[in-house]
Every structure is written in C-alpha cells, then in structure tokens.
C-alpha cells in the first residue's frame, strides 16, 4: 500500500502498528499507529485518498491527499528532513 510505504519511509517513528478495522460509520479503513519523539500519533486510511491523522491528544485532522497529510505529520511531530512526494 502506498500510503503505508510513504509513512515508514518519511516520517520516523519507532516500529508502527497496523489493523483493519471499522470507523464509527461502519467504513473499512487500515489504521497506522506509531510513536515519533514520544508522541504517539494514529492515521486511518480510508479508500479514495482519504486520511484522518490524530497525533497526541489533539483533534483528528482530514486530509485528500498524501502530500497534505505527511506535510502535516511532519511539521506537528517536529520532523526535519522529512521527503513528501
């Protein structure tokens, strides 16, 4: 899966965890969990390029693309030499 390849190759992190699992809406998506500068942070991939980031305690974020969302993922997890495609 692309999204999962671009999040380990751009945003460190120690080793993620993955699961299919239902949202709350009863939608399929994968979730993405991992730790990065001791603070976790969660991404669920929906289909269609649809994203929603949680890092921290903090509100979940929604993105329609990858770029939008690893741009996010690096400046709020304070990651400097991040690639986003």
């Given amino acids: 899966m692309i999204a999962v ?3 380990r190759q751009t945003i460190p992190s120690d080793r993620p965890k993955c699961a299919i699992r239902e949202s709350l809406n ?8 991992a730790e990065t500068n001791g ?4 991404v669920d991939i929906y289909l269609g390029h ?6 921290g305690s903090a509100t979940g974020e929604v ?3 990858l ?3 690893i741009g ?8 400097e030499n ?4």
Avoid: E, K
């Fill in 63 to 65: 993105f329609r693309s």
């Fill in 5 to 7: 390849t671009t999040l």
């Fill in 39 to 42: 603070l976790p942070w969660t």
């Fill in 82 to 85: 991040a690639v986003s495609d």
């Fill in 50 to 55: 649809y994203y929603r980031a949680h890092v």
């Fill in 26 to 33: 009863g939608r399929p998506n994968l979730r993405y969990q």
């Fill in 67 to 69: 770029p939008s969302l």
């Fill in 72 to 79: 996010y993922l690096t400046r709020t997890l304070g990651v």
